[in-house]
């Protein structure tokens, strides 16, 4: 674990997180898991990821995830279809790899197509292969802190903040975004018992939205020791918003023109040159959330192929057709 440093000189910069390095580092746990496995006469996991379309940033994502998969000794394939598959014919795939038992983790890379219901489609998964996290079971079950698999950005985000050494026990923390698959996660990790089955940060977390006035959200982060920004909003937290030493970890990815050259870059939703001067932690984009995103994500294909999570076969079935 990286020291916190709690008293540090005005000049100093941020210490910047880097989530390739710590990426890589649980990808070197996952891969010594899976060997271990292997090892013990265990098939070797396999990962299906269904791609539905042509959009490029779904693609190099995908590619991503099968490029990690590899590299941990994870077996993968990649399904592509058309973007105008039926939700009903995507709902038969999604049903012939639930029930082939080969296939260990299974995710359907998102967003789809608008004439396909994507809730729907997450809550066809099958819950213990459901290495997205998106499954009803599996959202209810992390928000009761029981163990679970649990969203990949989310997760990732939570570990940055404790391999870090960074405390939440008590601390401040505002979320700046809602979402149901990154911001409420993130917020639920946060705030939880650090005593239960599933332990969370133990933190006051407060979560702002669109409709949270800039002026409230620059009163909630003044006095945050945390903020985790997620609303898909360049330079949504600048440096006049945050305290003296706060940690801020920014899980924005947006794409901007460069005012300069013309051409397009990623950004976050953080004022990262402005920030780095005041924060005590801040991670870049890219090259902070993003890494630790897949590197989670093996990590569930890995207890999705340990059965870790042996749900009721009858309760499977309910909440499959519900």
């Known amino acids: 674990l990286i020291a916190v440093?709690?008293?540090?000189?005005?000049?100093?910069e941020a210490v910047i997180i880097s989530g390739k390095k710590l990426a890589r580092q649980i990808r070197e746990e996952a891969r010594a898991d899976v060997e271990k496995w292997v090892s013990a006469g265990h098939r070797r996991p396999h990962l299906s990821v269904v791609l539905v379309g042509e959009n490029p940033a779904s693609h190099s994502y995908v590619l991503n995830k099968t490029r990690a998969a590899a590299d941990v000794g994870i077996s993968s394939e990649t399904i592509l279809k058309h973007s105008a598959i039926s939700e009903e014919e995507l709902l038969d795939l999604i049903y012939k790899l639930n029930t082939d038992h080969r296939v260990d983790g299974l995710l359907v890379q998102l967003p789809l197509p608008d004439h396909i219901d994507?809730?729907?489609i997450c809550n066809a998964v099958s819950p213990t292969k459901d290495v997205d996290g998106f499954h009803v079971?599996?959202?209810g079950r992390m928000c009761l802190d029981q163990s679970t698999m649990l969203p990949a950005t989310p997760w990732g985000v939570w570990e940055m903040i404790t391999r870090t050494g960074i405390p939440t026990m008590g601390k401040n923390v505002v979320v700046a975004g809602r979402s149901k698959n990154v911001g409420m996660p993130i917020a639920m990790l946060l705030h939880t018992d650090g005593r239960h089955e599933r332990p969370g940060g133990d933190a006051t977390v407060t979560i702002?939205?669109?409709?949270?006035?800039?002026?409230?959200?620059?009163?909630h982060t003044k006095i945050a020791d945390i903020i985790v920004a997620a609303a898909g909003i360049p330079n949504l937290i600048t440096a006049d918003m945050i305290k003296?030493?706060?940690?801020?970890?920014?899980?924005?990815i947006n794409r901007v023109q460069d005012p300069v050259t013309g051409k397009s870059r990623l950004v976050g939703d953080v004022d990262f040159e402005g920030v780095r001067q005041k924060a005590g932690f801040i991670t870049p984009v890219p090259g902070g959330v993003g890494p630790m995103t897949v590197a989670m994500l093996m990590k569930n294909t890995i207890k999705a192929a340990k059965n870790v999570l042996l749900y009721p076969q009858e309760r499977i079935r309910m909440a499959a057709v519900s």
């Open 5 to 12: 440093q709690t008293i540090r000189p005005l000049t100093q």
């Open 118 to 120: 994507e809730r729907a």
């Open 137 to 139: 079971v599996n959202v």
């Open 208 to 219: 702002s939205h669109r409709y949270t006035p800039k002026e409230q959200l620059r009163q």
């Open 244 to 252: 003296e030493g706060a940690a801020v970890i920014d899980v924005g």
